[in-house]
């Protein structure tokens, strides 16, 4: 399974950011797995964003549910994240990342999952 983030690097604040993963190798609607997304802000640890499942269903990091949205194309075997109203702490390496059967909530490095997308810089500054 490769995956590969997609999306404009430089995004001005209180703009919405929105970032495509294209999935190869396997259908996102595949049984049991989960399709997530995590970033990793410069200097500090990764952070979960939220997952779309197998079936469509979406669930966040609450601290972030207000401002993210996760969707999915099936017929492009994509899914997009959209992060509204940002701010330069939304500055980060952005990755997309698969499990099956599980999700991490709290990821501690790559051993966590087991797909990773090469990740995407954004940066948030007018």
């Known amino acids: 399974v490769q995956l590969q983030e997609s999306g404009p690097g430089l995004v001005k604040p209180s703009q919405t950011l929105s970032l495509t993963c294209t999935v190869s190798?396997?259908?996102?609607?595949?049984?049991?797995?989960?399709w997530s997304w995590i970033r990793q802000p410069p200097g500090k640890g990764l952070e979960w964003i939220g997952y779309i499942g197998y079936s469509g269903d979406t669930t966040y990091k609450p601290s972030l549910k207000s401002r993210a949205s996760i969707s999915r194309d099936t017929s492009k075997n994509q899914f997009t994240l959209q992060l509204g109203s940002v701010t330069p702490e939304d500055t980060a390496v952005y990755y997309c990342?698969?499990?099956?059967?599980?999700?991490?909530?709290?990821?501690?490095?790559?051993?966590?999952?087991?797909?990773w997308g090469q990740g995407t810089q954004v940066t948030v500054s007018s």
């Open positions: 990342a698969a499990n099956y059967q599980l999700v991490v909530v709290a990821p501690r490095d790559s051993s966590d999952y087991d797909y």
């Open positions: 190798g396997a259908s996102i609607t595949t049984d049991y797995y989960y």
